[in-house]
Each structure stands twice: as structure tokens, then as C-alpha cells.
């Protein structure tokens, strides 16, 4: 019996301890959706599925799902992972696209200052057109669909950064998109692609 419960008690402190270690792991990564954006792909998305998130194909490295996110009906949630060492490290968040530059900023906003109250203040932001003169939806939206307009707000964390930005979709649609950078993974990532130059 007192080899049994020396096993017993051995195998709870190691339980116990490696429950401290993944807890602790978890707790140095940024969040997304209450998940740590951490571990392997396939984990991660099935923790985004049990919020909601429908898969719908994986395309160059990347899962992509489909959900409601901040209020956005019919999002495109992409999940990014190292290759080869199947980490993920960056969750981006594509809205759904419009077709007006006042429809596209509205959501820019909107997302901002929600962003703002969650993040505190930006780090960085910029927020210009190639065409300083431009001053109505029309001319801006056509900026941006020629890739002529930088709209991004970044915020930063301890664990991490999120990065706001427009961009075009294609010649005639324009969309918010939203990454997510866990600190320490995308720095994995940022190594891995710096040993292959």
C-alpha cells in the first residue's frame, strides 16, 4: 500500500507540475477569442469551433474559418502557423467587404475605439492617402482600391500586438481586416524565416 501511494502521489506532482508549466505557458501568449495563440493548429482551431467557428479551408499555410466576430456577421478568421514546427502565431480577422469608402471607415472606427478601450492608446497610426487633396468617398475609395492609401492603427501588449488596418480586396471592394501577433511565436516565425535567407 505505501508503494502505491508513493506511485500515486509521484504521479499527481507531476501532474500537478505540468499543469503549472502549460498554464503558465499559456499565460505568456496573446489571446484571441479568450484562446492563448499558441499550440498547434489543428488544437486551436478546434477551440475556435467550439465558439462557433465553422472551418472552410486551409489555403498556403493558413486554416480558414467563417463566424461572427465583434458584432461582424460572416467573417474570415485565418489561422497562421510555422510550417514545419505546426506553432501557430498570428490570428487575422478579415470583415466583411464594402463597397463605399464611408461603409469601409465606419467599420474602421467603430473597431478602433473599441480596440482603444480594451488596448489602451495606439502605438502608431497612420492614416493617409497618396492624394492629400482627397476629400470625398469616391476619390477615396478609388485610392484605396489602387493601393494608393496607408490606414493602419497598431497596439501593443506585453504578450503581443494587434494591428487594425483597410485594405483592398479587389477593384471594387474594400474590407477591415485585424491580425493578431503573439510576441513570442511570431518571433519564432520571424527566426525560422530569417535562417532561410
Excluded at 501568449?29 to 479551408?57: D, E, M
Excluded at 510550417?83 to 487575422?92: E, F, G, Q, T, W
Excluded at 480577422?93 to 474602421?108: D, K, L, M, Q, R
Excluded at 500586438?161 to 471592394?173: D, M, Q, R, V, Y
Aim: net charge neutral.
Amino acid at each position: 500500500k505505501h508503494i502505491i501511494m508513493k506511485k500515486t502521489l509521484f504521479v499527481l506532482t507531476l501532474l500537478c507540475m505540468s499543469i503549472m508549466v502549460y498554464a503558465q505557458d499559456n499565460d505568456e501568449h496573446l489571446t484571441f477569442k479568450g484562446i492563448p495563440i499558441n499550440g498547434t493548429r489543428n488544437s486551436f482551431v478546434a477551440k475556435l469551433k467550439q465558439k462557433g467557428f465553422v472551418f472552410y479551408s486551409s489555403d498556403n499555410g493558413a486554416c480558414i474559418l467563417k463566424g461572427r466576430f465583434a458584432s461582424y456577421e460572416d467573417c474570415d478568421i485565418y489561422v497562421k502557423s510555422l510550417n514545419d514546427r505546426d506553432l501557430v502565431y498570428a490570428v487575422s480577422v478579415f470583415f466583411p467587404s464594402c463597397e463605399t469608402w464611408s461603409a469601409i471607415e465606419s467599420n474602421y472606427i467603430s473597431l478602433k475605439q473599441m480596440l482603444t478601450t480594451k488596448y489602451g492608446n495606439p502605438v502608431d497610426c497612420e492614416e493617409i492617402f497618396q492624394n492629400r487633396h482627397a476629400d470625398d468617398d469616391q476619390t477615396k475609395f478609388r485610392l484605396l482600391c489602387m493601393d494608393r492609401c496607408k490606414y493602419h492603427t497598431t497596439f501593443k501588449t506585453e504578450k503581443g500586438s494587434i494591428i487594425l488596418s483597410i485594405a483592398n480586396k479587389s477593384f471594387n471592394e474594400g474590407m477591415v481586416t485585424l491580425s493578431y501577433f503573439d510576441a513570442t511565436n511570431h518571433q519564432k516565425s520571424m527566426s525560422e524565416a530569417i535562417e532561410d535567407l
